[in-house]
């Protein structure tokens, strides 16, 4: 091995040296960032709703004139989309998962409006709610068609009962678990009683800090407009989607059917902002690490033909092509060496510097090492090809040329 | 020792073939003194390229130490360079990023030997050439001639079987040809055959041998009698 002559040898070229480990450190250092940021958006973006996503979709109703009937249009319509094959099930709902928009209540587990409110969204909702959403009851029991009740949304809301999701009856009783079925809380002054417990169910809102939080209420308003979420067997839903639009328009002259669209439909459109970040910082990383690749090739060929003579000598002398090769690739290694050294350090600096200004969490130790070896791996690769023709060179080149 | 017959060079390039060397037969005898002469192009270089395994040749028979090396891989070869083959160009060919230690390093790092050992040899090298002190110095920092002694004791660190030099002196000024002359002279004389290619007919005169090279064959072939030798100097 030659590692003290490469050394010595690329002392003595610092300015070089320093230029492509910079280049090196920067490529590293948004690299790594960029890759940490992609991976926290797609960690957000896999959590499930809890619903059956692929095979749910949602409409609106909106009915208008004297003679339109909001509560029996709603029971007509619930009758008929159950009844319609293909579909499993269809409940009213105030708002739809992952869409961004819905309701949310402050509760509290005493009736002291002083104390501070934990914060959960709310699906006003029938007892069909859970079978349509496809959630899984793992305590108490689901409402039933007894607890229904039906207001106006400008009324000042009452409900009685509220199935909620187990990350929210944690945060409202965090040393009962299950338990906390059958225990009350309050909002606006008023007892509500936790009939079930649900595995989860997010809120609206994907960004929200608390979009594990939410709960089914048994309450129906009687406003002109119902949305219904409706459920089908695999494999129905595009089909169904289109005849139940028909059938519905078609059977009452007094309304009209709008926003219809799968709920698929609904999370790439809430979440395009950070797919299209993620695809954007993709971008980014290959581009620099191309440029990067490239600037190394660029380096590396410059630098042999530019000691073509000098490579010729060491065949000469005795150099085995693979000694050549080698030389090429170890003086590559440490040039890249010290630009992931120089990398790793920006690269936890401008981590901390991120997470600290936009809130996101720090980055996991490892990500720095890993990206150490990849760009070292990527100059090795990149200089691969240059080498192996440096390799090339006739030994007759020493005697040949001046 | 070094042992040519009929050996062949052509050189194929898309439009011309050139025979830089042809029925060239020629033996040298360890501790010999051989000059090559003749005119530019006649073939100088490509007979010290094939002799020194930088090339390879076309045809005929090239022993070398009793080992036929025409069949040889470019791996052989190399080894065969490293260890019995020392090599004195006309432009030094010295690495201009390393010290004069390093430089003459490179060929003992290239055996694979021990650094201990390395830095024995290398240090006597330096002191042989007379340049011990400088050891720290690169070659920008020496003059011509001090470089080609860098380069002879590169050449020599490896105790090879044979010196090969292309116009050692080439670049250099009477004087400080006669300095590296008179240090060649010394190794030949503690046993170290040397075949050198040199423009300078005294020089050649004052060899024990020379071959003249017309056109890629040999034309004459002159063992010098030491009287003579010693008339011309
Ligand atoms: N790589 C090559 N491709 C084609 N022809 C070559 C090549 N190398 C040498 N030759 C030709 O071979 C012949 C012999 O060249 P060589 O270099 O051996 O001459 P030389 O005696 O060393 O000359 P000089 O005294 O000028 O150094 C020349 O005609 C030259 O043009
Ligand atoms: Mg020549």
Known sequence: ?402 | MLEMKNVRKVFRTDMVETCALDEFSLTVDQGEFVTITGPSGCGKTTFLNIAGLLETHTSGQYLLDGVDVSQLRDYARAKLRNQKIGFIFQSFNLMPDLNLFDNIDVPLRYRGMKSAERKERVDKALDSVGLFARKKHVPAQLSGGQQQRVAIARALVGEPLFLLADEPTGNLDSNTAKGVMALLEEINDSGTTIIMVTHDQSLAEQSKRNIHILDGRISNNTEQTQQKAAAAA
Do not use: C
């Open chain 1, 1 to 402: 091995m030659e590692i003290g002559p490469i050394l010595r040898a690329l002392s003595r070229n610092k300015l070089g040296v320093i230029l492509i480990s910079l280049q090196i450190a920067f490529t590293m250092t948004v690299m790594v960032n960029a890759v940490f940021i992609i991976n926290e958006r797609s960690k957000l973006m896999a959590r499930p709703s809890g619903l059956d996503e692929p095979n749910t979709f949602y409409l609106s109703s909106t009915g208008f004139g004297d003679q339109f009937n909001s509560q029996v249009t709603e029971r007509d319509d619930l009758e008929l989309l159950r009844n319609t094959p293909g579909v499993i099930d269809a409940t009213p709902t105030n708002a739809i998962p992952i869409s961004g928009s819905g309701s949310s209540d402050g509760l509290r587990i005493e009736n002291d409006p002083t104390l501070p409110a934990t914060p959960a969204a709310v699906y006003f909702t029938d007892e069909h709610s859970v079978n349509t959403m496809n959630l899984t009851l793992i305590a108490g029991e689901n409402f039933s068609a007894s607890d229904m009740t039906y207001q106006s949304s400008n009324e000042r809301r009452y409900y009685r009962k509220a199935i909620v999701t187990l990350a929210l009856a944690e945060k409202l009783f965090p040393e009962e678990g299950l338990a906390a079925v059958g225990k009350s809380f309050y909002r606006d002054q008023a007892p509500v009683q936790i009939v079930g417990i649900v595995e989860r169910l997010q809120a609206p809102w994907p960004n929200s800090f608390f979009v594990e939080q939410a709960m089914l209420v048994p309450l129906n308003f009687t406003d002109a407009t119902s949305t219904y979420l409706i459920r089908t067997e695999p494999g129905q839903r595009d089909r169904l989607m289109v005849e139940i639009e028909e059938t519905l328009a078609g059977n009452n002259p007094d309304r009209i059917i709008r926003g219809l669209k799968s709920l698929q439909e609904t999370r790439e459109e809430s979440y395009r902002l950070d797919s299209s970040m993620a695809t954007i910082l993709l971008v980014v990383i290959v581009t620099l690490v191309f440029i990067t690749s490239m600037g190394i090739v660029g380096l590396a060929v410059f630098g042999i033909n530019r000691r073509r003579k000098q490579i010729g000598t060491r065949r000469a002398l005795g150099a085995t092509q693979l000694q050549i090769l080698r030389y090429f690739m170890l003086e590559n290694f440490f040039v890249s060496g010290v630009g992931v050294s120089i990398g790793a350090v920006l690269t936890i600096a401008f981590s901390i510097a991120l997470s600290s200004l936009f809130e996101m969490p720090t980055m996991d130790w490892y990500y720095t090492p890993i990206g150490m070896l990849l760009l070292i791996a990527i100059g090795q690769i990149a200089v691969l090809g240059p080498s192996a023709r440096a390799a090339q060179i006739q030994p007759a080149i020493a005697t040949r040329s001046i």
